[in-house]
């Protein structure tokens, strides 16, 4: 038997790292510094203690986070069932009670005999089997750790801006080019205003209220290098106009003339299936952003993959970093899991933390690694973080975006939602009966 595996962090993904490792009969070190040491975010000693919202979001099959979490159960997924315990009304929402939810979780982990819980602060990576699932607050000396081993890819983003679905751009109100035709004819949809639509967009945005800031978020260089859309607009009506909206270099095929303003989309990903608001990070409220944004022609029907965010995130160029099984390329007995890698959401960390403790399992069994189908939620999150493709590599979660579309398109959102979702179910008992997991029990 191989010397214990060592889980570091013991959040979402390194609770369900540990419990698959536990599960398939390895001994397992799970490492938690709480309550030797608190992040600025986290509040109680206990494992897997929820930071922000208490809801682990949608339950119907037929969304992205419901498709994810029907996928997480496939593999006996310890949050979804202490969540099922501790779940509250919520709607179509699967809230928890968050103390319930982490006591829940605790208990199993400490009541597990494969697995010993060491609380105190990893300062240093350990050599041997590791997976390393210490979050976005990882501690200074482990980050730094952590930035040493990737080469200086460790990454901080205050702002980020909104990824839309390209099904949902209104191509009549739009068109494609390139500034000055420099580039592929499709390197950007444009989304161009006139002087009236401008100046009503205007006024929504440097009205629109913004998200509160966590204390541990604010700094004093928030806005270097990557200042959000509203504190551009608030210095002047037509700041945007000479920077990220400018018209020059564009024609609108409409009209013939250059448009008064222009926002241009740019492909997230190599299928071209999500699309990056250039220049529009954001820390609006949600609800504003879809309103404010919406109001630009070709966004009237915006379905919005990802909102625009601002807050210290620490995550690897995980492109670069790590392969689809979420071991890492310059080490394969090293894997990585949870927020860090580049996956955005509570159970989207999960989620990562199962892949990572099973192929960990797999790596010491001698077996191929899990690579899930793209056409799963949990395959492709796994993809999109280990795709070199992607530009401007940012945190990501469920949504239905990632996945291939289904051909013939479906024009109805439901049944098209539905379809990838039956899809995926399909597609993931398939590859695990080729691959031999004998976990799956049915959704």
């Not at 070190?29 to 494992?47: D, Q």
């Not at 379905?303 to 689809?324: C, K, Q, W």
């Not at 999109?384 to 289904?406: C, E, H, K």
């Amino acid at each position: 038997m191989a010397d214990k595996i060592k889980v570091i962090g013991g959040g979402l993904a390194g609770v369900e790292a540990a419990w698959q490792i536990a599960s398939h009969g390895f001994d397992v070190e799970l490492y938690e510094m709480k309550p030797v040491r608190f992040s600025p975010a986290h509040k109680m000693p206990l494992l897997g203690e929820l930071v922000c919202s208490n809801s682990l979001k949608a339950k119907r099959l037929e969304s992205a986070a419901g498709l994810l979490k029907t996928e997480m159960r496939v593999f006996g997924s310890i949050c979804m069932e202490c969540a099922d315990k501790s779940e509250v009304p919520a709607g179509g929402a699967l809230a928890v009670d968050r103390a319930i939810f982490a006591k829940l979780i605790t208990e199993k982990i400490e009541n597990n005999k494969r697995i010993t819980l060491v609380r105190n602060e990893v300062t240093e990576i350990p050599e041997g089997n590791v997976i390393i699932a210490a979050g976005p607050l990882a501690s200074d000396l482990l980050s730094e750790k952590i930035s040493e081993l990737c080469g200086n890819g460790l990454h901080f983003y205050d702002a980020a801006a909104p990824i839309v679905s390209r099904d949902s751009i209104d191509m009549e109100s739009a068109f494609t080019a390139s500034r000055y035709e420099r580039g592929g004819e499709d390197d950007y949809i444009n989304c161009p205003m006139n002087k009236a639509e401008y100046e009503a967009f205007y006024e929504a945005l440097v009205n629109a209220e913004s998200a509160e800031l966590h204390s541990f978020d604010k700094r004093k260089d928030v806005y270097e290098g990557c200042m959000p859309i509203e504190v551009m607009a608030s210095r002047g009506k037509d700041t945007m106009r000479f920077g990220p909206m400018k018209p020059v270099g564009l024609v609108d095929p409409r009209t013939g003339h250059r448009p008064w303003a222009v926002l241009q989309l740019r492909k997230e990903n190599s299928k071209g299936t999500m699309l990056n608001l250039v220049g529009f990070q954001t820390n609006l409220k949600f609800s504003e952003q879809k309103r404010v944004f919406s109001m630009i022609p070709a966004l009237k029907n915006a379905e919005f993959l990802r909102y625009g965010v601002m807050h210290r995130n620490t995550f690897i160029n995980s492109p670069e970093l790590l392969d689809a099984t979420f071991s890492f390329k310059g080490r394969k007995n090293l894997f990585f899991a949870g927020q860090i890698t580049g996956v955005e959401g509570y159970m989207e960390s999960a989620s990562s933390g199962i892949l990572a403790g099973l192929n960990m399992v797999r790596l010491l069994q001698e077996k191929e690694l899990l690579v899930l189908p793209e056409t799963t939620m949990m395959g492709a999150l796994s993809r999109y973080i280990s795709d070199s493709t992607v530009r401007n590599f940012q945190p990501m979660g469920a949504n239905f975006g990632v996945l291939p579309p289904i051909e013939p398109k479906i024009r109805d959102k439901a049944q098209r939602y539905e379809a990838l979702s039956k899809r995926a179910m399909s597609d993931l008992k398939i590859y695990l009966e080729r691959m031999g997991y004998n976990g799956f029990y049915g959704a």
